[in-house]
């Protein structure tokens, strides 16, 4: 669910998916070094979702007991 906000939310207009792999795209164009920066990309949308990810789990569990 957290990832799905993530992508799917004007938050995503700012920083998603679609823009970390395009801006990984035009410094791949520039450096030649796709390992690198698509390996960066990857960490960052890691380090972007999993906290929300812990967070939107940690939410359910907390609202699945007060019912």
């Known amino acids: 669910a957290a990832i799905s906000l993530l992508k ?5 207009g ?8 395009t ?4 410094v791949v ?8 920066i698509f390996s960066f990309v990857a960490l960052v949308y890691f380090l972007l979702t999993y906290p929300l990810s812990l967070l939107t789990t940690a939410a359910e ?5 007060h019912r």
């Open 29 to 36: 164009a520039e450096t030649f070094r796709p390992l690198e």
């Open 23 to 26: 801006l990984g795209r035009l």
């Open 14 to 21: 700012f920083i998603g998916a679609a823009d970390l792999l």
């Open 8 to 12: 799917d939310t004007s938050v995503a």
């Open 61 to 65: 569990r907390r609202w699945a007991l």
